[in-house]
């Protein structure tokens, strides 16, 4: 990986601290906080206007985080996600023992995804944990695929903004959730990584 420029460490220290930052995946820029540091994802939700009901995904730094955050992981979800991490799939499983309850969704499960960008994945490993991560803007309105589309507003209320230092553009399509606490696993939403990809694994 290449040298953490000052912003990054800007990014680190902002997110040991238990604050939000933007910083850029493979797809688009994303809002996110230390699931070690932060109590809770509420910050997140407060700066994106966002339902609460409305579950937040962890970007992890590795395939073996599916078993580490998740329990009764199947058999597919290892397998899609040897095939697509890192990379634009989310697979929602149920939360293990080391998944706060505070992160967790209603029905006791946590979204997973290893993102495929270099900036995202110093930033977790730096800090040495998951990243609680939704899209850099006010919900309802469209995700920044790039960094001058970014929401100056939502940029100003966040203490660190990170630049991506390769090619800034993003795919622009949300990641594939596929909620794997069911057999067979449901669809949730289609993005990069599609349905017939999904079932070929199957």
């Keep these: ?40 994802p509420d910050v997140l939700y407060d700066l994106k206007e966002r339902d609460r009901g409305k579950p937040i995904s962890w970007l992890v730094g590795g395939v073996d985080d599916l078993d580490r955050y998740g329990a009764h992981v199947p058999d597919l979800a290892r397998r899609l996600a040897r095939a697509y991490w890192p990379g634009p799939l989310t697979l929602v499983v149920e939360a293990g023992g080391a998944v706060p309850a505070a992160f967790r969704s209603a029905a006791g499960s946590i979204g ?15 800090v040495g944990c998951p990243l609680a991560t939704t899209s850099a803007n006010i919900s309802g309105l469209q995700a920044p695929g790039a960094f001058d589309a970014l929401d100056p507003d939502l940029a100003a209320r966040v203490g660190v903004v990170v630049p991506d230092d390769g090619d800034d553009d993003k795919s622009g399509v949300a990641s594939t959730v596929l909620d794997c606490t069911v057999d067979p696993p449901r669809l949730l939403r289609e993005g990069a990584v599609s349905e017939p990809d999904i079932q070929a694994l199957g």
Aim: no cysteine.
């Design 1 to 40: 990986m290449s040298a953490l420029s000052s912003t990054k460490h800007e990014a680190i220290a902002a997110l040991r601290r238990g604050e939000a930052v933007i910083f850029p995946t493979e797809t688009v820029y994303g809002l996110g906080v230390s699931v070690e540091a932060a109590a809770s």
């Design 112 to 126: 997973l995804r290893m993102p495929d960008n270099e900036a995202a994945l110093e930033l977790i490993e730096a």
